[in-house]
């Protein structure tokens, strides 16, 4: 291993996680959400970036194989994400629909528990988080070296951390619009289409 093999290996590791994570998906909805409304935001960042740099670990380690092996665990986390996804768009819905909610949307408060929850769930229970970090982010660092993978490993985490802060923070920005409650309809709108979308993906394979 050299100083430029490791750099190098770094920085695919840093476009190829960003490559897998920056789409419009469930867990980066629900960061956006919550960064809008400045709500837990710091640790809704850390659940979703810790998650990442544990499965991104699991995945250089070589468990994507062992998931591979045994398709009844991508299975499972189909149908519960699925079920999941579409009980989260129907909530989406309902706020989007509820004229009430929306007046007080921006100065609701949500627990910090039931926030971390959330983002759990938002997390591990979609199997494209198992395939894009285990199974593919596994196998495309399989081609590199021992010691170099790990840097692309480093590089691949940095990307999760560094994109859910700007994420996250970045939300704040946006702050100006949302004090009208038309937008948060239409935000609530479109997450619901993404749910919904995203469950029906998982349920049609």
Same mark, same amino acid.
């Given at each position: 291993m050299t100083a430029s093999s490791a750099a190098l290996a770094a920085? #695919? &590791?840093? @476009? =190829? @996680?960003?490559?897998l994570i920056v789409a419009i998906g469930a867990q980066n909805a629900f960061v956006l959400r !919550? @960064? $809008?409304? &400045? !709500?837990? %935001?710091f640790p809704v960042i850390a659940v979703c970036a810790v998650s990442d740099i544990v499965l991104i670990a699991v995945g250089v380690a070589g468990f994507g194989t062992v998931v591979e092996s045994f398709p009844a665990v991508v299975t499972v986390a189909r149908y519960a994400g699925a079920a999941f996804l579409l009980g989260y768009a129907l909530l989406a819905a309902r706020r989007a629909l509820g004229s009430s909610t929306l007046i007080a949307e921006a100065g609701a408060t949500v627990a910090l528990g039931?926030? $971390?929850?959330?983002?759990l769930a938002l997390t591990w229970l979609n199997p494209h988080v198992y395939l894009d970090t285990v $199974?593919?982010? &596994? #196998? =495309?660092? #399989? *081609?590199?070296? *021992?010691p170099d993978? +790990?840097?692309?490993?480093? @590089?691949?985490? %940095?990307? #999760? $951390? %560094? +994109?859910f802060l700007t994420l996250g923070y970045g939300a704040r920005r946006l702050r100006p619009l949302f004090a009208r409650p038309g937008a948060w309809r239409v935000l609530d709108s479109l997450i619901a289409v993404v749910m919904l979308a995203l469950a029906l993906g998982l349920l049609l394979g």
């Open positions: 920085l #695919s &590791g840093l @476009g =190829f @996680g960003l490559s !919550q @960064g $809008v409304r &400045g !709500q837990h %935001v039931a926030s $971390v929850l959330t983002c $199974v593919l982010l &596994g #196998s =495309f660092a #399989s *081609t590199y070296a *021992t993978r +790990w840097f692309l490993a480093a @590089g691949a985490m %940095v990307a #999760s $951390v %560094v +994109w």
